[in-house]
């Protein structure tokens, strides 16, 4: 008897973020299959006996490859097991679930998705900007930011996002000359305000701002690293007035 499959994202960081539907399929599995990006702190509510797969992919590193992901939750699934891949964030936003779920479509697989707070929206919220504002922002994309034109990876349409009043960057700290210089080349002003967040939602978050012009030399010196989203756009400025998540970590300190 096959078993099935529960595609759940974990949120951005912060394990209270977590949907009561994604608590519900961790607490119910026998296999967990869980992500780099994942609080383990939310695996602390699978049961005694579940079984624990870490296959968490890094920059320039994999745990497990993606084929052996979907032969992993196949197999798994296929021996009647309730398997669980918890997935940072939502899983259908830059987490390659619906690939995972096309794999178990073909192998006959019951699945379900559970979606999850993408931190496109979550960490920019935690650092006191709000994605869109009725007097800065109409239009918001997320698009990933780690392609490489020299490697032939760059396949953003730059002009249209020149036009967007806010774009999301997601692991993109690493690409942030080719990000700006696109943006500025493609009519962004050069003004426009930066905010880039590591480790969002999380007690690790830092947030330092800048604009197209200073935002790279401000990565650099404040030595920030993935996992970090990069905020363009006038909404940044709204941080000096709502900026809370950082206060209260420091107060609490």
């Known amino acids: 008897?096959?078993?099935?499959?529960?595609?759940?994202?974990?949120?951005?960081?912060?394990?209270?973020?977590?949907?009561?539907?994604?608590?519900?399929?961790?607490?119910?599995?026998d296999v967990i299959l869980y992500d780099r990006l994942v609080n383990i702190e939310l695996l602390q509510h699978a049961k005694a006996d579940a079984e624990l797969i870490y296959c968490g992919k890094e920059p320039g590193k994999h745990g497990m490859i993606q084929d052996?992901?979907?032969?992993?939750?196949?197999?798994?699934?296929?021996?009647?097991?309730?398997?669980?891949?918890?997935?940072?964030?939502?899983?259908?936003?830059?987490?390659?679930?619906?690939?995972?779920?096309?794999?178990?479509?073909?192998?006959?697989?019951?699945?379900?998705?559970?979606?999850?707070?993408?931190?496109?929206?979550?960490?920019?919220?935690?650092?006191?900007?709000?994605?869109?504002?009725r007097d800065y922002a109409a239009s918001f994309a997320i698009v990933p930011g780690h392609g490489r034109a020299e490697k032939g990876q760059d396949f953003l349409n730059w002009s249209a996002l020149a036009q967007i009043?806010?774009?999301?960057?997601?692991?993109?700290?690493?690409?942030?000359?080719?990000?700006?210089?696109?943006?500025?080349?493609?009519?962004?002003?050069?003004?426009?305000?930066?905010?880039?967040?590591?480790?969002?939602?999380?007690?690790?978050?830092r947030t330092i701002t800048g604009n197209l012009a200073t935002i790279a030399q401000e990565i650099q010196a404040h030595q920030i690293s993935n996992p970090s989203m990069i905020l363009v756009g006038d909404v940044v400025n709204v941080r000096e007035e709502i900026s809370w998540f950082e206060e209260k970590e420091r107060n609490q300190c």
């Open 1 to 29: 008897m096959s078993g099935s499959v529960y595609i759940v994202g974990a949120g951005p960081g912060d394990p209270k973020l977590l949907t009561i539907r994604g608590l519900e399929c961790i607490q119910q599995a």
């Open 68 to 133: 052996e992901i979907h032969r992993a939750l196949v197999e798994q699934a296929s021996l009647g097991k309730q398997v669980l891949r918890l997935k940072g964030g939502d899983p259908f936003v830059f987490g390659r679930g619906a690939e995972e779920a096309a794999v178990l479509r073909q192998a006959n697989i019951p699945f379900e998705i559970v979606p999850g707070i993408s931190a496109g929206i979550a960490a920019p919220a935690y650092a006191g900007i709000p994605v869109t504002h």
């Open 165 to 205: 009043d806010t774009v999301a960057f997601y692991m993109s700290v690493g690409n942030i000359d080719h990000i700006t210089k696109s943006l500025i080349k493609n009519g962004k002003s050069e003004t426009t305000p930066v905010a880039v967040i590591e480790w969002g939602t999380t007690e690790n978050q």
